[in-house]
Nanobody, 126 residues
């Protein structure tokens, strides 16, 4: 079992940047594939970015490619989402997710994850 706690959300103007962090409990963080999802009011939860256990593989939604970067520090049990050139359409609650896996692949579907954080609000003003 792992517990996930997101931080770093807030209000930012369009074109600005934020870095989200997700701290995981436990001593087996390196055995988990990690992902970031977001959900705006009235919309379904959508995949934003994912990273493999080792961090060697990443995947991004087309809407954030070139602007967002996912990374992880297994020594600190933390995964990050660096968000640059933010747009009003990026406004949402952002969730961190984890799944224990032997695979080296990135998980890109919400159904593929077993553990979720409580979410952190990101609001981008125009």
């Amino acid at each position: 079992q792992v517990q996930l706690v997101e931080s770093g959300g807030g209000l930012v103007q369009a074109g600005g940047s934020l870095r989200l962090s997700c701290a995981a409990s436990g001593r087996t963080f390196s055995t988990y594939a990690m992902g970031w999802f977001r959900q705006a009011p009235g919309n379904e939860r959508e995949f934003v970015a994912g990273i493999s256990r080792s961090g060697s593989s990443t995947s991004y939604a087309d809407s954030v490619k070139g602007r967002f970067t996912i990374s992880r520090d297994n020594a600190k049990n933390t995964v990050y989402l660096q968000m640059n050139n933010l747009k009003p359409d990026d406004t949402a609650v952002y969730y961190c997710a984890a799944v224990a896996t032997f695979s080296t692949r990135v998980v890109v579907t919400s159904s593929g994850y077993d553990y979720w954080g409580q979410g952190t609000q990101v609001t981008v003003s125009s």
